[in-house]
């Protein structure tokens, strides 16, 4: 089975930084796309950024140029570095993997969630 951590979240003023950390874990599974979605109350999840296992980059506009994803494919961590916060950024945060097995083909994970709060 697969299992997504995620930690990092919490209170920060508007203008401050996060950093979102995310493990993922299943020996038998490779991990291709990891990333991060948020859902803000009252609203649906809408992606944050994803990154493959290559390294290419896929961000929200929303979060371009203060955001920045990266991730460690022999740790099976993804990270999401946030700075210049806004309140507007304030939603539970959401870990994603699609995981590839031999046998079972890919699926997609999701972790459990890490409330990121900015007060303004």
């Known amino acids: 089975q697969v299992q997504l951590v995620e930690s990092g979240g919490g209170l920060v003023q508007a203008g401050g930084s996060l950093r979102l950390s995310c493990a993922a874990s299943g020996t038998i599974f490779r991990f291709n796309s990891m990333g991060w979605y948020r859902q803000a109350p009252g609203k649906q999840r809408e992606l944050v950024a994803v990154i493959t296992r290559g390294g290419s980059t896929n961000y929200a506009d929303s979060v371009k140029g203060r955001f920045t994803i990266t991730r460690d494919n022999a740790k099976n961590t993804v990270l999401l570095q946030m700075n210049s916060l806004k309140p507007e950024d304030t939603a539970l945060y959401y870990c994603?993997?699609?995981?590839?097995?031999?046998?079972?083909?890919?699926?997609?994970?999701w972790g459990q969630g890490t409330q990121v709060t900015v007060s303004s």
């Open positions: 994603y993997a699609e995981a590839w097995a031999i046998l079972a083909g890919s699926s997609d994970y």
